[in-house]
């Protein structure tokens, strides 16, 4: 049976004028699933997680969280929470 995706990631691009941070990334977290983001500094991860948290837009790809735009706050914000490790 199928899982419907909790976040999606498709061809998701970042960029910082001529400098891609994110570059056709794609993947998705199914519910109850623990997933994480490991890079070196520069790798795209913290642009990545702006960009599902609506605090940064993106040039190309499409992210849906439950099935929502982040864009979409009344609906993603009270199901979502990200706590970064320091």
């Not at 999606?8 to 570059?23: C, M, P, R, S, W």
């Not at 998705?28 to 913290?46: F, I, M, P, Q």
């Not at 997680?49 to 040039?59: F, N, Q, Y």
């Amino acid at each position: 049976m199928p899982v419907n995706p909790v976040i999606e990631v498709d061809q998701l691009n970042v960029t910082y004028g001529e400098f891609h941070a994110v570059k056709d990334f794609s993947f998705r977290v199914a519910g109850g699933e623990l997933y994480a983001l490991l890079g070196t500094n520069g790798a795209g991860k913290t642009s990545t997680l702006e960009v599902i948290e609506d605090h940064r837009t993106s040039p190309a790809g499409a992210v849906r969280v439950y099935g929502k735009s982040p864009t979409d706050r009344r609906a993603v914000r009270p199901r979502m929470e990200i706590v970064p490790s320091r």
